[in-house]
């Protein structure tokens, strides 16, 4: 079981940047795979980002790469998603997850409660 709470949502002009954060509790945080979704009123959550146990290795959804980056600090327990050159399509809610499978499944156990991102024009 591990508890997620994620930060460092706002507002924010087109073009701006934002540090998102998602602070763990529970079991050993390196022992899990961490990503970071999106939710837009009306549609599923659709993924963003992935990152290894180690940090090592990541995964970027096609829209976001060049501009998003996932880091991790296992020795902080936080996951981070640096959102850089941002659209207003990029508005909505930003969720943290974790899983104990493969790197590469998609199917996450563990939700944060989200944090809202706005992105004005």
């Known amino acids: 079981q591990v508890q997620l709470v994620e930060s460092g949502g706002g507002l924010v002009q087109a073009g701006g940047s934002l540090r998102l954060s998602c602070a763990a509790s529970?079991?050993?945080?390196?022992?899990?795979?961490m990503g970071w979704f999106h939710q837009t009123p009306g549609k599923e959550r659709e993924f963003v980002a992935a990152?290894?146990?180690?940090?090592?290795?990541?995964l970027y959804a096609d829209s976001v790469k060049g501009r998003f980056t996932i880091s991790r600090d296992n020795a902080k327990n936080t996951v981070y998603l640096q959102v850089n050159s941002l659209k207003p399509e990029d508005t909505g809610v930003y969720y943290c997850?974790?899983?104990?499978?493969?790197?590469?499944?998609?199917?996450?156990?563990?939700w944060g409660q989200g944090t809202q991102v706005t992105v004005s024009s």
């Open positions: 997850a974790a899983h104990s499978r493969s790197y590469f499944s998609r199917e996450y156990d563990w």
């Open positions: 529970g079991r050993t945080f390196s022992s899990y795979v």
């Open positions: 990152i290894n146990r180690s940090g090592r290795n990541t």
